[in-house]
């Protein structure tokens, strides 16, 4: 096969629904990698409910685990129709009542708030990532959906780490320095 022949087929792949398309290498390893983040991230939340005492941060958290549990569901689709093996889940989380953790040994709820917001823009990034690498609409776009839907919790956080004086700002730069000339 010559080149021309090969480019013509690679064309005829790349043409057709973007569903009939093999995933490339790394699509895989990207969708794979955040199937197994977000798994992760689940179980993590999961415990900080029964960390956080805050009902506001609590109703965040499970909303929060529903959403990536709908993302869940889509990537792992996504990747049951390619042919390709999925991440172990980690087991569900039992609950338990706040007063039963010893305060030393609880997460306060703006360490809660601290490290979602963290996981929040990390997720962010890993979606531009995948989208960026993408060459599959289908795959693009579902992670456009995921991007937009973690800005909206960021935003969402970033309100309840204001209201709750949580949110601790970096160095605030009120006055400019007058710059030096060379």
């Known amino acids: 096969m010559n080149v021309f022949q090969i480019g013509r087929t690679i064309m005829g792949i790349l043409s057709d629904n973007p569903q009939n398309e093999p995933m490339h290498y790394g699509e895989v390893f990207g969708v794979w990698s955040y199937l197994n983040g977000t798994k992760g991230y689940v179980a993590g939340y999961q415990t900080f409910i029964n960390h956080t005492g805050d009902t506001d941060l609590k109703k965040y958290l499970e909303d929060c685990i529903q959403s990536m549990k709908q993302e869940i569901e889509q990537v792992e689709n996504l990747l049951k129709v390619n042919g390709i093996g999925l991440p172990p889940s980690p087991p569900e989380r039992p609950k338990a009542s706040l007063e039963s953790i010893p305060v030393g040994a609880r997460f ?65 730069n009120v006055q400019a320095p007058e710059l030096a000339h060379v």
């Open 108 to 172: 306060s709820d703006p360490e809660i708030a601290a490290s979602v917001s963290k996981d929040i823009a990390a997720g962010l990034v890993t979606c531009s990532q995948i989208i960026g690498q993408s060459i599959r609409e289908d795959i693009g776009m579902m992670f456009g959906q995921f991007h937009t839907t973690k800005a909206q919790y960021g935003v969402r956080l970033l309100r309840i780490n204001k209201e709750k004086g949580w949110l601790i700002p970096p160095p605030l």
